[in-house]
């Protein structure tokens, strides 16, 4: 089996417990502006953003000059979810390294019919990746309390919600057709040293 292009990973380390009180600050605060409903409407809007810099530049003018950029910010957000879902207590910087490393091996011939396409094609993955947040959710709290009692998340609730990261990344690199593979739940991890992903 080949193994897909988004890898997301975390080394697992202890969480300090008054980070539960900030990121429970944050996430009320970016819940109170509705940052949830922009949220879902950025899924949609992905697809428009790659068509447009395909149409403007050429499926592989993309890939070589626009992606670098798009991968980086893609780095920062994977380290800001995993920040949010206590994952680590690393606060995201733009910095190569840390313990959160997100990897994307860039590919495909993308069109500008193709990216948009991808509205369509991803419903089902959307579908998915709402009912795993929706659990992923419940999740948080069982795992907010573990931190407060021993500054762990348990290894189960970990994995789950760094499935849940993983998946969510590898649907934003297909929305943004900077992969032609569909999202899976599966790891296939590839070969690589951390924090040296290709871009």
Known sequence: MTPHPVQFCVEPSRIDRVQVIVRLA???????IGCSSLYWVLYLALPAGAALMVSRDGGQQYLSKDTPGVVRVLRWLAGAYAYL???????????????VDLTVEVGGNP????????????LPALLL???LSMAAMVLW?????FV???ERVPAGIRDFIGMKLRYQFRLVAYLLSLVDAYPVLAESPLPHTPHSGAA
């Open 111 to 122: 069109t500008a019919n193709s990216a948009m396409f991808r509205l369509v094609t991803s």
């Open 141 to 145: 709290i069982v795992a907010a309390v």
């Open 85 to 99: 879902w206590l994952l680590t207590d690393a606060v995201p910087t733009t910095e190569a390294g840390g313990p």
């Open 129 to 131: 990746l709402a009912i």
């Open 26 to 32: 944050v996430l009320v605060a970016l819940g109170a």
């Open 148 to 150: 407060l009692a021993t």
